[in-house]
C-alpha cells in the first residue's frame, strides 16, 4: 500500500494581510523614531525590500521561489519517505527530508532538509501552509500525517 499526498498551495490573503500590516507598523515606528534620518532612509529600504521579498515568496507577486506544491510519497515498504517540492518555476526539488513541522487549527510549518544539496544556501527550506489556500481534505489529511510522522532532527 502506498501513501500519497498532493497539495497545491495557492495565494493566502491572510498572508498578505500579515504581511502588509507588519510591514506598515514597522515603517511607521522606524520613522518616528528619534533618529538620524539616513538610518531611517536605509532602515526604510531595507524594510521595503523585505516586503518584496515575502511577496515573492509568498505568491502575491511573481517569483520563482515560491512553493506551489508539496507532494509526500512513501511505499508500505520504504522506511524513508519522500517529500517533492514544486516551486512557481516548474522545477521540482526532490528528495527533501522532513525536520520539523508545527500543526495547528488553521496552520501548519513545515521545515525540510534537502538530502543532496546543490548549493550551501539551499539546504533547508521552511513551508507556511495556510488553511485557507489549499483544498480543505487534503489540509486535514497533511495535519493528521504530520502528527503520527516522526521526524528526523538532523542538523
Given at each position: 500500500?502506498?501513501?500519497?499526498?498532493?497539495?497545491?498551495?495557492?495565494?493566502?490573503?491572510?498572508?498578505?494581510?500579515?504581511?502588509?500590516?507588519?510591514?506598515?507598523?514597522?515603517?511607521?515606528?522606524?520613522?518616528?523614531?528619534?533618529?538620524?534620518?539616513?538610518?531611517?532612509?536605509?532602515?526604510?529600504?531595507?524594510?521595503?525590500?523585505?516586503?518584496?521579498?515575502?511577496?515573492?515568496?509568498?505568491?502575491?507577486?511573481?517569483?520563482?521561489?515560491?512553493?506551489?506544491?508539496?507532494?509526500?510519497?512513501?511505499?508500505?515498504?520504504?522506511?524513508?519517505?519522500?517529500?517533492?517540492?514544486?516551486?512557481?518555476?516548474?522545477?521540482?526539488?526532490?528528495?527533501?527530508?522532513?525536520?520539523?513541522?508545527?500543526?495547528?487549527?488553521?496552520?501548519?510549518?513545515?521545515?525540510?532538509?534537502?538530502?543532496?544539496?546543490?548549493?550551501?544556501?539551499?539546504?533547508?527550506?521552511?513551508?507556511?501552509?495556510?488553511?485557507?489556500?489549499?483544498?480543505q481534505n487534503a489540509?486535514?489529511?497533511?495535519?493528521?500525517?504530520?502528527?503520527?510522522?516522526?521526524?528526523?532532527?538532523?542538523?
Amino acid at each position: 500500500m502506498d501513501i500519497n499526498l498532493s497539495l497545491k498551495i495557492r495565494r493566502s490573503r491572510w498572508v498578505l494581510g500579515y504581511l502588509l500590516l507588519l510591514h506598515v507598523l514597522m515603517l511607521w515606528t522606524l520613522w518616528h523614531l528619534d533618529i538620524s534620518n539616513l538610518i531611517t532612509i536605509i532602515a526604510c529600504s531595507l524594510l521595503c525590500v523585505s516586503l518584496w521579498y515575502q511577496l515573492k515568496r509568498y505568491q502575491w507577486l511573481d517569483g520563482a521561489s515560491a512553493v506551489v506544491e508539496i507532494n509526500y510519497q512513501m511505499a508500505d515498504h520504504n522506511t524513508d519517505a519522500e517529500w517533492i517540492l514544486e516551486y512557481a518555476d516548474g522545477q521540482l526539488l526532490r528528495p527533501y527530508q522532513l525536520l520539523s513541522s508545527v500543526v495547528l487549527a488553521d496552520m501548519v510549518i513545515i521545515r525540510f532538509r534537502r538530502r543532496f544539496p546543490t548549493r550551501w544556501w539551499a539546504r533547508y527550506e521552511t513551508v507556511l501552509i495556510l488553511a485557507n489556500c489549499v483544498e480543505q481534505n487534503a489540509f486535514r489529511q497533511l495535519r493528521v500525517m504530520l502528527r503520527s510522522v516522526t521526524t528526523n532532527d538532523v542538523e
